[in-house]
Structures are given as C-alpha cells and as structure tokens.
C-alpha cells in the first residue's frame, strides 16, 4: 500500500546572517501509512515544524525527497488530500466563526450533497456550534484553534497535518481539542502532529517519532508504559550526539536527561 508521506534523506538548510547556515532538517528518512496516528515528539528547534512545512510545500528542501499520497506536497494539497492546523495566523478577526467557515467552504467548495450542510457539520465535529455567532477576535485560543480544526476538515481530508495545535492552551481546551481529534481519527484520517508534549504523545498517538536536531533520534509504537518515548527521555545523554542519532526503536534507544522539561510533564 502506498504510504501517505515518504521522507527521502529531506534536508533543509537556512542561511542567517549571524550564524550562517542552519540545518533545521539533516537527512530524515520516514514513512507514515494510511490510517496511522504519529507524534513528532522533540523540544524547540529539533526540526518539527520545518518537517511539517516541506511536507505540506511551504518551503522547499535544499536536498532529498517529499512525496505525499505519491505526488508533490503542493499537488497533493491542491487536490484536496491533504489539510492542516498550524499554530497562527489565517482567521479573520471582525468575522464570526460562521462566517469564517462559510467562507472558506465557498472557496473550496466543501462536498454536497442531498439534505449536507458541511457548515454545520464541522462546526458541530468541533464543538465550537454554540460559538457560531461570536466573532472571532473575541475567541479564546482554544476556540480559535478549534476553528482551524474546522476549516482543515471542510474538504474532507485523507492527511490532517497539525503543528503544536495546542500550544498555549489551558488544560480544559487541550482536553476538548483531542477528543474532538479522536473523533476524527477514529473514522480513518491518517493524523500527523507535531508536539513537544509527551503526554499529548503518550495519550493520542500510536506511533511516536522522536526528533534532536533535525534528526530523527528514535521511531517506534508509544507505549503507554514501558520502552515507550517517556523511557526514552528520562536518563544521561540528552541530547544525544550527531553522529549517532539513527532512527532507531525505542528499547535501543539511548536515555536522555533534562528533558522533557517539567512544563512538559
């Protein structure tokens, strides 16, 4: 079966003018497969959102391969295959959450269908139906963020792509955002997330990616006890050392210290 997203050797470089050239991204090697659930798990600057942004064609890698659903990103998005929730920006703030939603569903013309209101449908999918009339500059974050999850469902999407979609959230709103996520996971949705929480990890993904550097320093299922990434990241060694940082599964993987931090936990 052909993977949803093929990573080969993608490497992306920034140039700074203080400190030269940045690799954000060095040599990722990744499949993700139709209906999996994965977690780019690292701190700050390990590569997460880099990752995410060559795969959905914001950017383009300096070297290696992106292929989604066996196309490009760009041609894989325009088709409609592919949705994402990013961490800001894209919300109009003197419209209403309805208004945002209608809007965006007359640009992508949303799939119809006798007696379909998509509207309502991924309004009421993401709890934000009693929201509908509230503009949304007066919106909490986590109700803004559910309405990015709306939009990003309204062309019915095979890969949802979410990058630190509950950052800054307080625990309620984080606690509502993923139940309404496992909704959507459980009817199939192939759902690739980048966090730097573990136990956003540990609670919703099934596969868990361990990113240091822009590499990928551990890959395998997460146990929610076990060799699963908290006992990857709870010894000496963290960050581990370049040269050695191969994907690799959890149970060989070395113990890192110092993180995650405590906020994490």
């Known amino acids: 079966m052909e993977p949803c997203i093929q990573l080969r050797n993608l490497t992306k470089d920034f140039d700074s003018p203080s400190a030269g050239t940045i690799r954000a991204v060095d040599g990722i090697d990744l499949d993700v497969g139709p209906g999996e659930i994965v977690a780019l798990l690292g701190p700050n600057g390990a590569g997460k959102t880099s990752t995410i942004d060559l795969i959905l064609g914001f950017i383009e890698p300096t070297a290696g391969d992106v292929a989604v659903f066996g196309r490009t990103p760009r041609q894989a998005v325009a088709e409609g295959r592919v949705s994402a929730v990013l961490q800001t920006g894209g919300l109009l703030r003197d419209l209403t959450v309805r208004e945002t939603v209608e809007l965006l569903a007359s640009i992508h ?42 939009l990003a469902l309204l062309a019915d999407p095979d890969l949802l792509l979410l990058d630190e979609p509950t950052a800054g959230m307080d625990v309620d709103a984080r606690q509502s955002f993923w139940a309404a996520m496992n909704v959507e996971a459980d009817r199939g949705r192939t759902i690739v997330f980048a966090t730097h929480y573990l136990q956003e990890a540990e609670d919703f993904a099934r596969r868990t990616v361990l990113l240091s550097g822009g590499r990928i320093v551990a890959d395998g299922p997460t146990a929610r006890s076990g060799a699963g990434p908290r006992a990857a990241l709870s010894g000496p060694g963290w960050p581990p050392i370049a040269s050695t940082t191969r994907s690799r599964p959890f149970a060989a993987c070395p113990t890192f210290a110092g993180w995650p931090p405590t906020a994490i936990d």
């Not at 269908?113 to 999918?125: H, I, K, M, N």
């Not at 949304?136 to 559910?146: H, I, L, P, T």
């Open 109 to 150: 013309q949303a799939p119809t269908g006798p007696g379909s209101d998509p509207v309502a449908d991924v309004l009421e999918r993401t709890g934000l139906t009693g929201r509908a009339d509230r503009l949304v500059k007066v919106c909490s974050g986590g109700e803004q963020q559910r309405l990015r999850f709306a």
